[in-house]
C-alpha cells in the first residue's frame, strides 16, 4: 500500500514487546491523521526524484511561479533592512491594503483593527477555529471537504459534524441538511466557496438561504475564500459577509495570497471578522506564530495593490485545462463528474470501478504512475454509496494529456 489508510488511525508507539503500549503525543494529536495530500504530492515528488515518470494531479498548487515585482518587493524590503517583527496582526500598511481590496472586491467593510495577517490561509482558519470554538463545540462541515477542516476543528477541541453532501445537489449544503445537523452545541459551520476538492462555487440565492438559517441561531459562518480569482464561464463569487450586517458580524473571511498570486511558499493569509472575534485571532496568533514574516509581508502589499493582469491570465489558462479535462473524463469508462465552475480540481466518481477509492489511488500510482487523491483525505467515509478521487489541473496541459491517457487505459480494465 502506498497510502496509509487513515480509517486504521494512527501508529501505536512501542518501546519494547515486554512494555506496554505507550504513546509520547497527546491524545488530541494521536486522533489526528496527517495531510494526506501533502503526503501524496511528496511520495510522487519521491517517485520522479528516483527517474519515474510521473503524472501528479495531487498537488493544491498553482503551477506559475509568484510575479517578478511582487519578489522583488521582497527582495528590497530585505534589502531595506525589514527584517523584524511587525505588529501581531500584520503590518498596518497590508491591513489596509486587504480592506481596500475586500471593499471593491466583495462590497465588505472592514477597519484595520477588524483584519488580521495569518502565516497562510490555512493557519487564518486554524486561527478562526481557535478563537471562536470552546471545547465540545460542534463544527458543520459540508463534505467532501478541504482535507484540514475535521483535524484543525480537533485541533481547538472542538467536534466536527460532517455533512454529506451529493452530485444531486453539486457538492453544497442545503439549508435543509444544515439544519438537520444542527444542534444546541453548534457554534460554526465552514463554507468554502469556490470548494475544494469539488470546484463546487455557492451561488448568492443559496448563500442567503444558508445565512438565514446561520443568523437564525448565531451560528459562526466561517467563509472559507481562498479561490475567489479561480471562477469560470462568467460564475459570480459572492462573499456572504456581504449579504447582510447580520451576516457580517457572524463571519470570519478567510483569503489569502497563495493561489491568486501563486504565493503559496510566502504562507500569507487573512482574516477579517467582527472587532471581538479579530481581537481574539490576533491573541492567538501573539502567542503562537508572534505575526508573519515581514518582508514576505512587504511582497503581499505590493501583490495586492499592483497589477493585477496576472490572475486574468492564470484564470485563462486554469480555464483551458479545465474544459480540456471535463472533456476528456466524460469519455474515460467508469468515471463521472460534474463541471467544477471554480478553483483547480475535478471530483471524479470512481464507484462504476468497483474499486475503493484508495485502491483505484494505489493502483493508479504503482502501475500508472498517476498521483490522484483518494476520497479518503476528502471524507468520502461519509458517503458510503460513493468512491471518489481528486484531480488537480494545476499542471501543464501536456502533463495533463498524458496523465489523462494512462488514467484511460488504466480504467479500460475495470
Ligand atoms: C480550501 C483551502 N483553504 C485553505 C488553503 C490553504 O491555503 P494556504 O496555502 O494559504 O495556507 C487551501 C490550500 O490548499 C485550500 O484548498
Not at 498537488?59 to 517578478?68: A, L
Not at 522583488?72 to 480592506?99: C, D, F, M, N, S
Not at 470554538?133 to 466536527?160: F, H, K, N, Q
Not at 469539488?198 to 451561488?203: D, E, K, L, P, W
Amino acid at each position: 500500500m502506498l497510502y496509509a489508510d487513515p480509517k486504521k488511525g494512527p501508529q501505536q508507539n512501542h518501546i519494547s514487546p515486554l512494555s506496554p503500549p505507550m504513546s509520547l503525543v497527546s491524545e488530541t494529536l494521536a486522533k489526528l491523521a496527517p495531510s494526506m495530500t501533502l503526503a501524496i504530492t511528496q511520495r510522487a515528488s519521491e517517485m520522479k526524484a528516483a527517474g519515474e515518470d510521473v503524472c501528479n494531479f495531487g498537488g493544491g498548487e498553482p503551477d506559475f511561479d509568484t510575479p517578478e515585482h511582487i519578489k522583488a518587493a521582497a527582495v528590497a524590503a530585505l534589502e531595506q533592512g525589514a527584517t523584524k517583527y511587525t505588529a501581531a496582526a500584520g503590518l498596518p500598511a497590508l491591513r489596509e491594503a486587504i480592506a481596500a481590496k475586500l471593499m471593491v472586491d466583495n462590497n465588505l467593510e472592514y477597519s484595520i483593527g477588524e483584519i488580521s495577517v495569518n502565516c497562510g490561509a490555512k493557519h487564518s482558519c486554524f486561527n478562526a477555529l481557535m478563537a471562536v470554538c470552546s471545547p465540545g463545540d460542534e463544527v458543520i462541515i459540508p463534505a467532501p471537504y478541504w482535507t484540514s477542516y475535521p483535524e484543525m476543528a480537533r485541533l481547538a477541541g472542538a467536534v466536527p459534524v460532517i455533512v454529506p453532501t451529493s452530485e444531486e445537489t453539486g457538492w453544497k449544503i442545503t439549508p435543509e441538511l444544515f439544519e438537520e445537523h444542527m444542534s444546541p452545541r453548534t457554534k460554526m459551520i465552514i463554507i468554502n466557496s469556490p470548494g475544494n476538492p469539488t470546484g463546487a462555487v455557492y451561488s448568492r440565492e443559496e448563500l442567503a438561504a444558508i445565512g438565514e438559517v446561520a443568523a437564525g441561531e448565531d451560528i459562526v459562518i466561517l467563509s472559507d475564500e481562498i479561490y475567489e480569482k479561480l471562477v469560470y464561464d462568467g460564475t459570480e463569487h459572492v462573499s456572504i459577509a456581504s449579504l447582510s450586517d447580520e451576516l457580517k458580524n457572524l463571519t470570519v473571511t478567510v483569503n489569502g495570497f497563495s493561489k491568486a498570486y501563486s504565493m503559496t511558499g510566502w504562507r500569507l493569509g487573512y482574516t477579517a471578522a467582527n472587532p471581538e472575534i479579530a481581537e481574539a485571532i490576533s491573541t492567538v496568533q501573539s502567542h503562537t506564530t508572534s505575526a508573519p514574516t515581514t518582508f514576505a509581508q512587504y511582497g503581499a502589499l505590493v501583490a495586492i495593490q499592483g497589477d493585477q493582469g496576472f490572475i486574468d491570465e492564470m484564470r485563462e489558462e486554469y480555464d483551458l485545462r479545465r474544459r480540456y479535462t471535463l472533456n476528456r473524463l466524460r469519455q474515460i469508462k467508469n468515471l463521472s463528474v460534474i463541471e467544477p465552475k471554480g478553483a483547480f480540481y475535478f471530483l471524479v466518481n470512481v464507484s462504476s470501478t468497483q474499486l475503493s477509492a484508495l485502491n483505484f489511488a494505489d493502483k493508479l500510482l504503482s502501475r500508472y504512475k498517476v498521483a490522484v487523491v483518494p476520497g479518503e483525505a476528502f471524507g468520502d467515509a461519509f458517503m458510503p454509496d460513493i468512491e471518489t478521487i481528486r484531480i488537480s489541473y494545476a499542471t501543464s496541459l501536456d502533463i495533463l494529456k498524458e496523465g489523462l491517457d494512462r488514467i484511460e487505459d488504466f480504467c479500460r480494465s475495470y
